[in-house]
């Protein structure tokens, strides 16, 4: 590690936004070892306990048929953080391929694309992916190209924009003039300007992807119980919400609120780390 790179590294605990980070690697912990160290089976039924209060045996209390609040919520962190990787990493894939496309080519390619991603936003996006994940039936495949489809404009609408805009300038000229071809001049040449961009609007889209997944589960389009899931949780703990088992909606419905708050201040801290202004 540089020098630069060891004066920009204490920032990282000192300046604001860093509360983001922190919470954003210990989701990613939860993601990946969360589901070994909880201290029931997330899927494990005990009517014998069922209904019980948050105690030092059941830190978030029991559901409807006893099964551990506490280890379902923290064990439902990989699937949701899965499909929400999995959606922005699909979204940003096909829409950066369409955006740079249009934007190197232009003509019938840029009008095609333009009109296709014109016509996806001219749908309330939640209710277009209510509409996808409807017809794709119950899964986690159809929660994913749901909300990957939704996602697609911001990313191709980005991209074309900045590869537009750059196919003019100096550098890219001198590529043409050395007999570069075009997909290398967009590849190695303007994408890689264009992914600073690219990699800011991906960390944001995340706790929407998180909370899009939970929507369509909510509603009972998205997984199938009895998996953990964040939405599935928050669904089934409505239905006590008014009898006084409060813990059912509370405790995941606050895990939702909180991964979303964390990936959005790590967008806002990635987009200002870097910002070549702030360097």
């Known amino acids: 590690?540089?020098?630069?790179a060891r004066r920009r590294w204490p920032r990282l605990r000192i300046r604001g936004g860093a509360w983001s980070v922190w919470l954003v690697g210990l989701f990613v912990f939860l993601a990946v070892f969360g589901p070994t160290i909880v201290p029931y089976d997330p899927v494990a039924t005990n009517t014998r306990v069922r209904l019980e209060a948050p105690s030092w045996a059941h830190l978030f209390g029991t559901d409807d048929v006893?099964?551990?609040?506490?280890s379902r919520v923290i064990a439902a962190t990989r699937l949701d953080l899965m499909i929400a990787l999995g959606a922005v990493l699909l979204s940003l894939g096909i829409g950066t391929a369409l955006g740079a496309a249009a934007g190197w080519a232009g003509g019938w390619t840029d009008r095609i694309v333009s009109r296709t991603i014109d016509t996806i936003m001219g749908f309330p996006l939640f209710v277009l992916a209510v509409g996808i994940a409807a017809g794709?039936?119950?899964s986690v495949w159809s929660v994913v190209i749901a909300t990957s489809v939704v996602n697609l404009p911001l990313y191709a609408r980005t991209t074309r924009s900045e590869v537009n805009r750059r196919r003019t300038s100096g550098?890219?000229?001198?590529?043409?003039?050395?007999?570069?071809?075009?997909f290398t001049i967009v590849a190695r040449h303007i994408l890689p300007n264009v992914t600073p961009i690219l990699a800011v609007q991906a960390s944001l889209n995340i706790g929407w992807a998180i909370l899009n997944a939970a929507g369509l589960s909510f509603l009972g389009l998205g997984i199938r119980p009895p998996t953990p899931e964040w939405g599935i949780l928050v669904s089934d703990g409505a239905e006590f919400l008014f009898s006084g088992e409060w813990w059912m909606f509370v405790f995941p419905g606050a895990m939702?609120?909180?991964a979303v708050l964390a990936f959005g201040g790590f967008g806002d801290w990635l987009r200002d780390r870097l910002d070549p202004k702030r360097a």
């Not at 590690?1 to 630069?4: E, I, Q, R, V, W």
């Not at 006893?66 to 506490?70: E, L």
């Not at 550098?171 to 075009?182: C, D, E, M």
């Open 136 to 138: 794709m039936g119950n």
């Open 256 to 258: 939702l609120v909180l």
């Open 171 to 182: 550098y890219v000229q001198a590529a043409r003039l050395s007999g570069i071809g075009s």
């Open 66 to 70: 006893g099964r551990d609040v506490f």
């Open 1 to 4: 590690m540089g020098a630069p």
